[in-house]
Structures are given as structure tokens and as C-alpha cells.
């Protein structure tokens, strides 16, 4: 499994952007795609996920009702929708596929693609 992430870039704070994860492979019905983020000297903290089928889409209490993850399966990719961006949201970003299913915990994934930056500025 291949994923690519983009749609990063520098915006102000209250924009918004939106973050592409482009996803090639075998991918089964029970994956799990999920965002995490790491800021600098800090650990990776995990944003959302999603079932592959687009199920149960779920958002960390630090950007619930700010960010919101959906899935296009006609192009095989998951989007994270950033909305009210924060300077603290300055990170960059990861998009993951957990095979088993679960995707509640950054050990829990199989697959990661490169980062894309997000800067936000105050």
C-alpha cells in the first residue's frame, strides 16, 4: 500500500485548507485510514479517521468540529477538511492505513506516507 499525502501550505489563522491522501495498493474493506500530525519537538498525535468504506468517521477532541475527515472512493483517496485553523495546529501531517481495523493508536498503523506542512501564522 501507497499513500500520498498534500494539500499542505501557509495560511492565516482561521483559514482553511484541505489534505489529500492519495491511496494505491491492495486495500482491503477492513483498512483504516487515519491523519496524524507532529509538531516540532513534540510527539505524533493522532487527528481522525475513517473506515475505508467510508464509515465511522472520527475526530480528536483537539479539532473536533474544526476538522473533518471523508473518504472518495471513486479515487481512492481520504481528505482531512481544516476549518478555523490555530497557530497550534502548525504541524506536519501524516496520513496513515491500519490493516487490522482498529486505528485509534499510532502503533496500530501499517502504512504511512511522507508528510505534507501546515503552518499556520497568527
Known amino acids: 500500500v501507497q499513500l500520498q499525502a498534500s494539500g499542505g501550505g501557509s495560511v492565516q489563522a482561521g483559514g482553511s485548507l484541505r489534505l489529500s491522501c492519495a491511496a494505491s495498493?491492495?486495500?482491503?474493506?477492513?483498512?483504516?485510514m487515519g491523519w496524524f500530525r507532529q509538531a516540532p519537538g513534540k510527539e505524533r498525535e493522532f487527528v481522525a479517521r475513517?473506515?475505508?468504506?467510508?464509515?465511522?468517521?472520527y475526530a480528536a477532541n483537539s479539532v473536533k468540529g474544526r476538522f473533518t475527515i471523508s473518504r472518495d472512493g471513486a479515487k481512492n483517496t481520504v481528505y482531512l477538511q481544516m476549518n478555523s485553523l490555530k497557530p497550534e495546529d502548525t504541524a506536519v501531517y501524516y496520513c496513515?492505513?491500519?490493516?487490522?481495523?482498529?486505528?485509534?493508536?499510532?502503533?496500530?498503523?501499517?502504512?504511512w506516507g511522507r508528510g505534507t506542512q501546515v503552518t499556520v501564522s497568527s
Open positions: 495498493g491492495q486495500i482491503f474493506s477492513t483498512y483504516v
Open positions: 475513517i473506515n475505508w468504506s467510508g464509515a465511522s468517521p
Open positions: 496513515a492505513a491500519d490493516r487490522e481495523g482498529y486505528g485509534w493508536r499510532l502503533s496500530q498503523y501499517d502504512f
